[in-house]
């Protein structure tokens, strides 16, 4: 056995340095500096102005009076944010260890106690009054003469606009999906609710989120000053495809939201006989038919054609397909219906031109053909709707999503046809 024969306080003069050593590596200055560059590369990441869903561009009346709130909260937090960081890197670098005798401890500073009790609670009563004064403004929707129903499922938007004599007046129910079209400076009453699990409607630049609950109807009011398209996404976990569940609301002129209307409305107009897209028809109805509604769809007998998505997946609905390529993003939003070349012309588009663009639809020249195409060979690979599709017990036997359908490349190019043609 071996003894330390290094006299006591040597070893003491020692620790001390190897402490201090310690500290030195991770030392306050070093931690203030690195805390300041990551806190510098956040406000820059966060100023981004082209940004699609940035809540400090509002561009609605709801969007704005979050705003307004936002700026004092933040200065606020700020400020108590700056003086804790303050406090606790003086207290490291000025009570650091070097070695010198543990100070007296004490117990009991009153005045210190009742003053970092009050003063807390004065700023939360300077954050809450406004707060509660705004979520009540938020909440009114009596002012509202437009009504679009919206119903979330896993993992896309059912978008529904019922007969009524808001939104200008409409005759029959117009039913879509992933994007809401509403007209410009009208107070519109978002009526929400799910089908499967809990999610949640956010279109950050025109207002606050607003979960859709199974069984439950919730209101959101929604107003855009301007044309444009304001995109958003469910921001409530909802399972699998929860990141790839996004939506948009395409503001438009009162005569481009007319004419929109009455493209919706149109009667079904059947592909011209033995071409391509008559062939896709077919193949519609054989494969596509049972689940994804094309209003005016009729069989070979002359009777219309109704989908029966609730005898075939297991959230018992389906996107109507009566009109996708007026759509210009397709599977819940996820992918773009548009090339990558045409669609800044319609994204990035001047405001009075908006509606019109958006109105033109997708065309065979603008099409993006990959992204469909992979879509319609393998949806489950392309947008993750179930891990294992051989395990289907606790869902009847019934795929949450699209199923593959193992369609060939024939069938594709018929569908493909088929579907330009739906506008």
């Known amino acids: 056995m071996s003894l330390d024969r ?21 030392n306050p200055g070093r931690l203030a500096r690195l805390g300041s560059v990551a806190m510098l590369a956040a ?49 490291l ?4 260890d070097t070695g010198q005798p543990i100070p007296k401890q004490i117990h009991g500073r009153p005045k210190l106690e009742i003053g970092l009790t009050i003063l807390p609670a004065v700023i939360l009563i300077f954050v809450a009054v406004p707060t509660v004064g705004t979520l009540i ?39 879509t999906s992933g994007q809401m079209v509403i007209e410009v400076g009208t107070n519109v009453i978002v009526r929400g609710t799910s089908r499967d699990v809990i ?30 398209i ?41 592909p011209e006989p033995e071409s391509l897209a008559a062939e896709g028809e077919s193949t519609f109805i054989s494969q596509c038919a049972r689940c994804h509604q094309v209003n005016g769809l009729e069989n070979s007998d002359g009777e219309l054609i109704i989908a029966r998505p609730d005898l075939n997946v297991w959230s018992g609905a389906a996107p109507n397909l009566t009109k996708l390529m007026t759509r210009n993003t397709f ?19 001047p405001s009075d031109l908006v509606g019109e663009r958006y109105n033109e639809g997708v065309s065979a020249d603008c099409l993006n053909e990959v992204d469909l195409r992979e879509w319609l060979r393998n949806p489950p690979a ?40 739906r506008k």
């Open 93 to 96: 670098w000025r009570y650091r």
């Open 230 to 270: 304001y995109a958003g996404q469910c921001t409530e976990f909802c399972g699998l495809s929860h990141a790839n569940m996004r939506m948009e609301v395409i503001a438009m002129e009162h005569d481009d939201f007319e004419a929109w209307k009455a493209n919706q409305l149109e009667a079904y107009a059947a």
């Open 43 to 91: 406000l820059v990441a966060g100023c981004a102005n082209d940004a699609p869903q940035d809540t400090w561009q509002p561009a609605g009346e709801n969007a704005q009076k979050i705003h307004d709130l936002q700026w004092p909260v933040f200065l606020v937090a700020g400020l108590v944010g700056v003086a804790v960081f303050g406090v606790l890197f003086y207290a």
């Open 331 to 349: 599977a819940g939003a996820s992918f773009d219906l548009l090339s990558d070349v045409c669609r800044p012309l319609v994204w990035e588009a």
């Open 382 to 421: 392309k947008k993750p709707m179930y891990t294992d599709p051989t395990k289907l017990e606790a869902t009847n036997g019934l795929p949450r999503g699209m199923p593959f359908l193992a369609l060939s490349e024939d069938q594709i190019d018929q569908l493909i046809a088929y579907l330009l043609e």
């Open 137 to 175: 403004d938020l909440a009114d929707t009596d002012d509202t003469d437009c009504i679009i129903n919206v119903t979330g499922q896993q993992w896309w938007w059912e978008i529904d606009y019922p007969v009524q004599d808001g939104c200008g007046g409409i005759s029959e129910p117009i039913i």
């Open 6 to 26: 290094t006299p006591r306080n040597e070893r003491t003069s020692m620790q001390v340095a190897k402490s201090t050593t310690t500290f030195d590596a991770v």
């Open 199 to 228: 999610h949640s409607w956010w279109i950050p630049r025109l207002n606050g989120k607003r979960d859709m609950v199974p069984g439950r109807v919730h209101t959101n009011r929604l107003q855009a000053e301007a044309p444009g």
